[in-house]
Structures are given as C-alpha cells and as structure tokens.
C-alpha cells in the first residue's frame, strides 16, 4: 500500500475514533420495510421477560454497537433485513457499553423503524483487567470480548444465537445458516484446516508441555470469530465462559499470544466445531492487521462477505482509494453523506 494512502487510512480511523468518543454520531437514511410473504410462520419474540418461549421460527442475531463501527453495524443490518425470506422473523440483540448507549438506540430505532431489537449492557469491567495488548488497537477494546459473554446477556430463553461481527453484509437468506445442525457440537463456524495453526501461539504457548498438551490429539483448525452460530444452552451448561476467560488469565500472565479475542476460542473449540460451508464467511476482505491491503474473494460461492482486518470499507470509501471489493458493501451504505463533506469544488 503506497505511504499516502496508509497515513490517509490512518488519519480517517483516528478521526472517526476522536469523533465516535466525544462529536456527534452519524445520521443514517431510513431503511425501507421489509415485510414477510405468505410463506412465513406467524411469530412473535415479546419483550415481557415471562413471555420469552423458545420459538425455533425466530431467528436470533447479536452484533456489538459502538459509535466507531456504528456505520459498518447499519450496513449489516440492513444486508440481512434486504435478503432473508422472512425479515420479520428477525431479532437482533445488540450489545454496547453503556457510553452513549441511548443514542446508539436511537438512530438503530429511527433507521430500522421496523425492526425487532434489544440493547443489552456490557460491563466492560468483566474483562478490562484480562485484556492484553494485541497487534492492532482495534482488536483490544473490551467490546470485541462480548462475544464471549453472550449466554449471560440475552435472555436465558434464547437458545441458539448467530453471532456476526460488525464489518460484514449478508448476501443471501440468513435463515440458511440459522438451520445448520450443530449436532453435539457448541459451536459452528467456516474452518480453514490449511491455515499454519501453530502460528496464532508463542513460542512460551509451545514451550509449556501443559498448554500444548491442551490441542494435543485434536483436529484443531482456525476458524474466524466473526461468524458464529452459537447453542447457548450448551455453552451455559459447559460453562464455555469460564474457560475462555481462564486461557485470558494465562495470556496475562504469560503472554501465550498475539490476537485479541481468537486464540482464546482457538484453544477451546478448535477441533470441536461443526464444520459450516465456507460460503458463509468470506473473510480477510480488509487485508492483514497491520495495512490492510486489498484481497480478492476466496474461490467457491459467496453468501457473507467479511472485511476482517485493518482496512474497512467505509474508510476506503471515504478515502476515494477504495479496493475493488468495497463497491459490493456500498449498496448497503445508508450513511448520510454532508453535501459540504464530498463537494469537490
């Protein structure tokens, strides 16, 4: 990547970073409604806290909201509301920190008019003091570990969830990853079994006879975090929390790794998720972690599209030096750009 565009990508971060803790928020264009056909089973998700049933109808879906990734959150909202077959069957379950939480709720509710949601808070003290640091800030900021406290914030109720990160759009019916049996397994998510899996570890990780003896005998594989379909019965019963911040403990202590939340999964799962079609997480899009460079799609069919990485489309947009695959988010942008701010006279 050329050093003008790195310090360009740099600046827009820092920028939006500086403008999401203190400026104004971004104003979104209403969505239209999307409305089921005749083909959808009635339902209803009440809010009532006695009236939660398990409704297997309901599709379940937790994104974290934050002013940072606010615009990337809309956009993948919007893509999975534009293409399920049933988008009233819909609940997404949002989770933010309590800083500037009424406002995110407002421009979800006034963007999305029509949608099913809940705000659940976050207590970013559960993790602050288990958190080290990472190869890039981003992946260090208390909010990428919700993910792992999910069965403890949405109602007990919910019995199975998809977790989607917020650099993502969905270009097919999400009710086709809702359905995937997960059999005996926890979890399911796209694995890469050619991926050099020694390498998200230390060497003081291989060093240690009883870490590594802990993926010892396992057909242990990466798999990316930002998709997930999750059975949270399951996860509470095995207390899949517990572990996960046991592994953020040691890390602590003997700095084992390198990447934010992964490895923590990466130790506890790996080996023991239901293999989902990789179609469903087409990720890298945003390049490496630290330039961020352009990719190119992964071979095979495509239904999620995933900017993982250092470089966000909306960035590079705002930029003007997009990469090529940025123009497939943009549809689903529904930012409302200030005439002053693109005025190139």
């Known amino acids: 990547m050329p050093p003008t565009l790195t310090w360009t990508l740099a600046f827009l971060f820092l920028a939006a970073v500086a403008e999401s803790s203190s400026g104004e928020l ?58 399920a077959s049933c988008p009233e069957n819909v609940v997404f379950h949002f989770i933010a920190t309590t800083h500037r939480r009424l406002e995110l709720r407002r421009i979800i509710a006034t963007t999305f008019p029509y949608l099913n949601f809940h705000i659940y808070h976050f207590d970013s003290n559960l993790v602050r003091g288990k958190i080290s640091y990472s190869v890039r800030r981003a ?84 798999f990316n975090t930002g998709v997930m379909v999750i059975d949270l019965w399951k996860w509470r019963e095995g207390r899949y929390t517990e572990k996960l ?19 923590p999964f990466l130790l506890v799962f790996a080996g023991d998720v239901e293999r989902v079609e990789h179609r469903w997480n087409q990720h890298g899009l945003g390049g490496d972690n630290l330039e961020g460079l352009c990719r190119d799609l992964h071979p095979g069919p495509v239904s999620l599209l995933h900017w993982s990485g250092k470089g966000k489309p909306w960035l590079r947009i705002d930029s003007k030096k997009p990469c090529p695959l940025d123009s497939l988010w943009a549809p689903y942008d529904l930012f409302r750009h200030s005439s002053s701010l693109f005025n190139d006279t």
């Not at 209803?44 to 297997?56: I, K, L, Q, V």
Request: charged share 20%; hydrophobic share 40%.
């Open 245 to 263: 911040e046991n592994w953020m403990r040691i890390q602590k202590r003997s700095r084992i790794y390198e990447l934010g939340s992964l490895p």
């Open 139 to 222: 992946l260090d900021q208390p909010l990428n570990y919700a993910r792992m406290y999910l069965a403890d914030l949405v109602p007990a109720t919910v019995r199975r969830i998809i977790y989607f990160d917020s650099d993502l759009i969905v270009v097919d019916d999400v009710a086709k990853l809702w359905s995937i049996d997960l059999g005996k397994h926890v979890l399911g998510a796209p694995e890469y079994c050619h991926a050099n899996f020694t390498n998200y570890f230390t060497h003081r990780f291989w060093s240690n006879p009883s870490y590594a003896a802990s993926i010892k005998g396992r057909d242990a594989c990466y």
């Open 26 to 83: 971004p104003v979104f264009r209403e969505a239209p409604a999307f409305r089921n056909g005749r083909e959808c089973p009635r339902t209803a998700w009440p809010t009532a806290a006695d009236n939660h049933a398990h409704n297997p109808s309901v599709i379940h879906i937790a994104m974290t909201l934050d002013a940072t990734y606010l615009r990337g959150s809309v956009a993948g909202v919007f893509s999975v509301l534009q293409h």
